[in-house]
């Protein structure tokens, strides 16, 4: 099984902060609402590095540990916690049975970089998003806090209302050039199922390029479980990597959750994405 170091995870978060940072900052000193071309594409594929890479959750997983040989069989047995997935601040644990168990974890590896910090809605920065999740297996947390965005706590600018409704454009523009880039990629090396990239390849020279990949990142963000609903710790890997440098990320993602049941359903997260119930339907 392929194996990831932590200093990739950390590479790519660097990468994607910088990238979105310098986009964002180069696009307010030039007084324009929207980026050129060339540093656009920079964010996007920094996005793109950070929403479908599945290396931030590699330390729940065990690596896979032989047993020695009974003699019953020439080959090795592989640890059943080898491909057992638990949530973050968690870890695979074996029960009396042999069986796979997810338990909080007795601790959390301090690298000592800042790009590991992590901000909490209740502007509480700690040391990581592992530690952060730990925090709350053991519940010494709050059940209503969550994990807001990377980096240490700061004051943020307020979003103004012409941000607010930019937003959602530069959003959707990112999910269509990451699709229509990862269907060009096999897709065991990270790329689009056979499925998605036929149907990249349909609507990239549709008028409303938009509307499937924005269905698709809907699709993509709903893992665990797979429910047909984003919760706020799904929307963790997207939401938390634009704040720093979307700072209305936060605002954009809270209003799109009408009901206000901490939770964004299909139609909610459509219409949040300007999408009109006619191009859904088509």
Not at 46 to 75: C, H, K, M, W
Request: hydrophobic share 35%; aromatic share 8%.
């Amino acid at each position: 099984m392929p194996t990831f170091s932590f200093s990739l995870v950390r590479a790519l978060k660097l990468s994607v902060l910088l990238c979105l940072a310098a986009v964002i900052a180069d696009a307010k000193k030039k007084g324009k609402k929207r980026t050129n071309p060339v540093d656009e594409e920079l964010a996007r594929q920094a996005l793109d590095q950070l929403t479908f890479t599945r290396e931030e959750q590699i330390y729940n997983i065990a690596l896979d540990v032989p047993r020695e040989s009974n003699g019953a069989a020439e080959n090795q047995v592989t640890n059943v916690c080898s491909f057992y997935q638990c949530s973050q601040g968690k870890v695979c644990s074996i029960t009396p049975d042999n069986e796979p168990s997810c338990v909080c974890a007795e601790s959390c590896y301090d690298t000592g970089e800042e790009d590991e910090r992590v901000c909490s809605t209740m502007n509480v920065t700690y040391v990581s998003k592992c530690e952060f999740y730990r925090q709350k297996c053991i519940q010494a947390v709050s059940e209503i806090e969550d994990l807001h965005y990377f980096g240490r706590c700061r004051a943020l600018p307020p979003c103004a209302i012409s941000e607010l409704q930019e937003f959602p454009h530069r959003l959707r523009d990112w999910f269509a050039d990451v699709m229509f880039s990862l269907a060009n990629v096999e897709e065991h090396l990270g790329g689009l199922s056979e499925a998605d990239r036929d149907l990249a390849m349909r609507s990239v020279q549709t008028e409303q390029r938009y509307v499937v990949p924005v269905q698709w990142k809907f699709r993509s963000l709903d893992r665990y479980p797979k429910d047909n609903f984003l919760s706020q710790e799904e929307l963790v890997p997207l939401r938390a990597a634009l704040i720093p440098s979307e700072h209305c990320a936060s605002v954009f993602f809270a209003m799109c959750d009408r009901n206000r049941d901490l939770l964004l359903d299909a139609s909610e997260w459509n219409s949040c994405m300007g999408l009109s119930p006619d191009e859904v339907e088509g």
